[in-house]
């Protein structure tokens, strides 16, 4: 296959812009005519290596559906094949964008009688929760938005911009809980997702009670923090989501 073969389900696009958050981590803002994508959903980025070869990976939109470019948020997976060349790219250069989104975690996806809605959420996988919180409209059937997002530092807890505007904006109804591990960072807890949910520190932390009826879960990132949290809440009496069975959470792993 040579550059001029684009293979199927891909098309260019054009990075427009550029953020650098830490050297590792970065978002990508891209034009690239794709079909339309719901909150929640993710496409491959793909490039053509030297080797001839075209690695594509998946990667979750972070903007609202009607926005004009689409954006991505990335971090380097050390050794990874497809993530540190998608580190060296700058505004101007292209790259390859999936036509057809996928995924399931969408708003449409969630059972009628849920009004707490907890999105939880490590490293890039935060991504998702924004590109929903991009549009809050589409979240008025919620009386309680809750974003997790628990990190290694200070410096991954990305757009707090946004969070500041989301509170500004939607007062009371929105909670944002960052977590970080590996520093003590002030408003901020530390420690892991499974085990502040367990021992009821996330709910203690904004006044918002779990409960069988009205919460429901999203659950997102590393496949370890989304095991443990599905382990978490099983114990506590709530179950999987499924079409055919309206449940409690849902969940998207990284890797
Ligand atoms: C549905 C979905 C959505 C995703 N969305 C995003 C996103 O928005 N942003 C983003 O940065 N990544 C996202 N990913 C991860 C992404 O698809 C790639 O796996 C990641 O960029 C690594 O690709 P690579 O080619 O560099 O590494 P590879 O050569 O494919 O992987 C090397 C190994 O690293 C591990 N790995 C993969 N991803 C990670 C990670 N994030 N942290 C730690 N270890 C990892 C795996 O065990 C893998 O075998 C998503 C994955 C899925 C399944
Ligand atoms: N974040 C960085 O500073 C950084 C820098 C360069 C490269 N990278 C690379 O980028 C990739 C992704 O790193 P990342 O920091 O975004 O994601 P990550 O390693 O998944 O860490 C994100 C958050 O998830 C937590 N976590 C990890 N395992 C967990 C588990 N089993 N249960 C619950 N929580 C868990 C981490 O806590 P713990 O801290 O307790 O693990 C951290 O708070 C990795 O390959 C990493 O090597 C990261």
């Not at 009004?115 to 549009?135: E, N, Q, V, Y």
């Not at 879960?217 to 599905?230: A, K, Q, S, T």
Request: net charge negative.
């Amino acid at each position: 296959m040579t550059n001029n073969s684009i293979p199927q389900g891909l098309i260019k696009g054009t990075i427009v812009e550029r953020i650098n958050w830490t050297e590792q981590l970065f978002s990508l803002k891209i034009k690239a005519p794709i079909h339309p994508f719901k909150a929640g959903q993710f496409t491959k980025l793909a490039m053509y290596t030297e080797n001839d070869e075209w690695p594509r990976r998946a990667y979750s939109f972070i903007n609202a559906p009607d926005d004009e470019l689409l954006e991505f948020l990335l971090i380097t997976v050390p050794d990874g094949e497809l993530s540190p060349r998608l580190n060296n790219l700058q505004a101007g250069d292209s790259l390859y964008v999936g036509e057809d989104p996928a995924g399931f975690m969408t708003l449409d996806e969630i059972p009628e009688a849920a009004k707490d809605l907890w999105m939880l959420s490590t490293g890039t996988a935060i991504g998702p929760f924004l590109s929903m919180l991009a549009d809050p409209k589409s979240l008025d059937r919620f009386e309680h938005i809750v974003l997790v997002h628990a990190v290694r530092t200070k410096a991954d807890l990305v757009y707090q911009d946004r969070m500041t505007a989301l509170q500004e904006k939607l007062g009371t109804i929105f909670s944002y809980i960052p977590v970080v591990s590996r520093e003590i960072v002030p408003d901020t807890l530390s420690g892991r997702i499974p085990a502040l949910l367990a021992s009821g520190t996330l709910s203690k932390t904004n006044g918002v009670p779990l409960d069988p009826i009205h919460s429901f879960f999203l659950i997102c990132g590393n496949p370890e923090m989304v095991r443990d949290c599905r382990a978490t809440l099983e114990e506590l009496g709530y179950n999987k989501h499924l079409r055919r069975q309206a449940g409690h959470f849902t969940s998207e792993n990284y890797w």
